[in-house]
């Protein structure tokens, strides 16, 4: 996670996007990241990336830090934000629909995760 994190920040530097690494308030404990990235789409319609170390998962750190991130996407005049979710990741995808995101296509991807759910949300009116 640490090696991706670098990774990305060197990326935000570049494009102006990036990750933010997430903490919980109590004790700035990091907890994963999230943030938006040129994925597989583009600046213009970035993709939301959200990963949380195992322990963490089922607290809703998820959600709370995905719809901070998009509502600030949508505050830039973005239109649109992508996730793309192995469909095996049911997790992962019940917190991408809970924030209104809606399925879009699906394709095999060929880096070896399988299928891969491509969502959209729009911005809301």
């Known amino acids: 996670m640490r090696r991706r994190l670098g990774e990305q920040r060197i990326r935000a530097l ?3 996007i990036g990750l933010l690494t997430i903490r919980r308030r109590s004790d700035d404990q990091p907890l994963g990241y999230c943030g938006l990235i040129i994925g597989r789409c583009s600046i213009d319609e970035p993709e939301i990336v959200i990963e949380l170390l195992r322990r963490h998962h ?3 750190y998820a959600t709370e830090s995905a719809q901070a ?12 934000i992508w ?14 629909r809970r924030l209104g995101f809606r399925d879009h296509h699906s394709a095999t ?8 759910i491509y969502l959209i949300r729009d911005r809301p009116a």
Request: net charge negative; glycine share 16%.
């Open 109 to 116: 991807d060929d880096d070896g995760v399988g299928e891969v």
């Open 14 to 16: 570049q494009v102006g």
């Open 58 to 60: 089922g607290h809703g």
């Open 69 to 80: 991130v998009t509502d600030a996407a949508f505050a830039t005049g973005r239109t649109r």
């Open 83 to 96: 996730a793309t979710v192995a469909s095996w990741n049911a997790p992962s995808l019940a917190v991408c």
